[in-house]
């Protein structure tokens, strides 16, 4: 397996997809620049490659995988925003709230919530049977993913924190919400994609919701490390915004050689949840995956 060149053929197909959505201006100009910004699109690649391990096809989670990428930007579009993390930079381009004005970006971020939605329950699916059913499945998963059990309850206690040091178990119970929730409705809904094709085991849902927690906090741990290390043009947003602002984050908790341990045995378990699924298909490339979330740069 040649994971570089199988990670750009995936990212490529999300591009492309994700290309064909909001083409008019005013509002969805603004979601099209966030929307299409840059990134490594990883949620959609691992909803495509949880479906194709679970039996299906990358192509039958496609449209699922762009819904969570819609989610995501919405929520880095309002994270963004000055009376969130007030960063002027995301992604090495200015911020939405910058580039458009701050109100133009709060209803970008609104709408690409919506669409989120609207993408799912409409996707274009080769399945057999009971096509409504999974997605709805997956709308559900992404719902839960979205709201107060998920990145709006980690938003909301993350900015209640603001300059008030926390313990590492709040952090970690903060960032499952923030990062991972989002992490695991990617996989999960990968899952969900496959299961009009052929029965899927329960072990493989379970599975996916294990890696992504596992690999969200490996995620998390890394990003705070780069804020301290890393290089703005390659991380693609400000250096040091955490400690400008305060935060508690898992490298003034724990310093930075603690960090790196912490992110490999993350990414262990991570990897070791995968072998306790039923799989149709091979994991090969979600382990590569893994790995090379623990070692990146942006």
Known sequence: MDFTKEMET????TEDRLQQFFP?????????????AGGKRVRPVLTMKFCEAAGGTPEEALDFGCAVEMLHTYSLIHDDLPCMDDDDLRRGKPTCHIKFGECTATLAGDALQAAAFQTVLSAEGAWRHGGQMYKALA????????????MCGGQYWDTLGDGQPRTEEELTAINDKKTGALLR???MMGVAASMGRRAVDKSCMDAAREYAANLGLAFQIRDDMLDVTGDAGEFGKPIGSDASNGKTTYVTLLGLEACGARVLDYTEKAKAALRRGSWAGSTAFLEALADSM?????
């Open 185 to 187: 409705a990617a996989c």
């Open 139 to 150: 709308a559900e998963i992404l719902a839960e993913a979205a709201g107060f059990q998920g």
């Open 24 to 36: 008019g201006g005013g509002l969805e100009e603004a979601m099209r620049y966030s929307l299409l």
């Open 294 to 298: 623990a070692v990146r740069n942006f």
């Open 10 to 13: 995936l990212r490529r197909l």
